[in-house]
């Protein structure tokens, strides 16, 4: 079946520091890549997508690339700020038709300090 | 921007009873979903429907579990007779079109208590 996998947290950063969250996922068909952030008290927002090998998604600074070679889709920002602190979740989404629910990592918590 | 809304915000229960949750999914979409989220674990896909029928569902929606579109625009999940292991986050989404690539969004969630 379908899986992801992220790199556990709490992710600790300081302001302006590079952060990177790995993800990498494993599908039966040929999927579509997510990252969602749950801000706290707030539900899901999605951040960024990409729908085929070597797209690269990106949105407020934040970028990630569909590598289809190591099944891998890492979040990258070159210089997080305090307000990017969230809970970021990676997730796939790996079937037509409509009847497809998407598949989570565990999400991955990060903390951003002044 | 339209958006998913889901009422109520948090639900507390007593084990046993019936719960409705509910969902208002954007007004042009036509796939809907049911996710839930146990505190400090992931999220995890219930339930996808479309033209009134349930598409897909997770060994987790099991017959204590069922979903309705009463009308036109709400959206509602039902838990017949709630267990301490139902307290989680529920979460609804939607989706305009049938294309994988297309986005699922997501309300802001239901907490449920069952006590």
């Known amino acids: 079946g379908n899986s992801v996998t992220q790199m556990e947290g709490p992710v600790t950063l300081s302001e302006e520091a590079f952060l990177t969250i790995n993800c990498t996922y494993t599908?039966?068909?040929?999927?579509?890549l997510f990252w969602y952030v749950q801000y706290p008290g707030e539900g899901l927002q999605l951040l960024l997508k990409?729908?085929?090998?070597?797209d690269k998604g990106s949105n407020k600074g934040f970028e990630a690339t569909y590598r289809k070679e190591t099944t891998s889709f890492h979040l990258e920002k070159g210089s997080v700020q305090v307000s990017d602190s969230a809970v970021y979740f990676c997730?796939?989404?790996?079937?037509?038709?409509?009847?497809?629910?998407?598949?989570f990592g565990k999400g991955t918590h990060l903390i951003i300090q002044p | 921007e339209p958006e998913v809304t889901q009422t109520p915000s948090h639900q507390v229960t007593q084990m046993g009873q019936e719960v409705i949750l509910r969902c208002v999914p954007i007004?042009?979409?036509?796939?809907f979903y049911w996710y839930r989220q146990i505190l400090g674990q992931k999220v995890e896909f219930l339930v996808s429907?479309?033209?009134?029928?349930?598409?897909?569902k997770s060994e987790i929606f099991d017959d204590q579990f069922s979903v309705e579109r009463p009308d036109g625009s709400n959206f509602t999940l039902k838990i017949r007779s709630t267990k301490l292991e139902d307290s989680a986050m529920y979460f609804c989404?939607?989706?305009?079109?049938?294309?994988?690539?297309?986005?699922?969004?997501f309300g802001p969630g239901t907490r449920l208590t069952v006590l």
């Open positions: 989404a939607s989706r305009r079109s049938s294309q994988s690539t297309d986005t699922q969004y």
């Open positions: 599908a039966t068909g040929y999927p579509s």
């Open positions: 990409a729908t085929k090998a070597d």
């Open positions: 997730a796939l989404s790996d079937k037509g038709g409509g009847a497809d629910g998407l598949t």
């Open positions: 007004s042009n979409h036509l796939y």
């Open positions: 429907f479309y033209n009134n029928e349930i598409s897909e």
